[in-house]
């Protein structure tokens, strides 16, 4: 019957290896209707039926999903065919080139590095992962740099055209060390290989800015623990000093009415010998401890 037959059929490889095809139901399909998919990735090969369908809610088969794709540069061979009521419905035919479906990953391992200097950042990434493509020119790349601050804020600003970039690196010279940013990065074919020309997944955003821009950061954090040690050691060495002047003992006068002998002055020397050494053992001991 005119109408059985599927539509709006479509195919979409996703993660180097991995294929959906999906569609719908024909417009007058009842909810016994049931369809099956047939492929072939390459001519010379057996044609083989979903083994993964998605369902509707009616249990009809409305999809599917493949593993351990390779894309080759051939067409692939599509058939969706059904019945109901025990009779077959029209069947839907279609070959595709596998490249042109793919939705390319996220470029890999973006990183940035800015400068307090130069006032800048250069950013690296590397290709997306596929299954068939090698060259590091077969793709073009969209950057998208935007202010975090701004963001935050919903700051409306003159939208600035896409970066359109045909290398691995990119030098942001807008940069403002006051300022946080992230970037995403996306790919496509560069009209060099088998890549497909629409715009594959966006990296996840990498933030960068103020916090990169360590130099005077790690200045601050040596300096700040030498200043204390130095207050602390100048602290001890003056309440040392004012403990020791204030705790010195005042000698006793003399008896006038005594004559002192040779024997007083030998003890009073021995007795003076002493008390400076045990000072000066005091004193090493007290800086010891400051430092």
Known sequence: MNGTAIANFSCVIFNV???NCTWHVGRTA????QYFLYWRPLE???ITECQNYIKDTYGRHIGCQFQNVTIENNNAYFLVNGSRNGRSVQSYEKKILLYK???LTPPLNVTVNCTEASHGCTIWWQPPRTSHVKMRSCFKYQIVIENKADAEKNTKTTPKPPLIIESNS???ESFSSGKRYSVKIRATDADLCLVSSNWGEWSTPVEFGTQQLTSTSSYMLFLIPSLAAGLTFFL???VRAYLKKTSAIVPQPRDPFREPSPMDFQT????LLKKQETEEVT???EVMKCK
Do not use: G
């Open 17 to 19: 290896s991995f294929m």
């Open 170 to 172: 990119y030098l942001y």
């Open 30 to 33: 009842t909810e016994d209707t």
């Open 44 to 46: 010379n090969e057996d």
């Open 283 to 285: 004193d090493i001991e």
């Open 268 to 271: 009073e020397y021995m007795t």
């Open 101 to 103: 479906i793919e939705k």
């Open 236 to 238: 001890c060495m003056t």
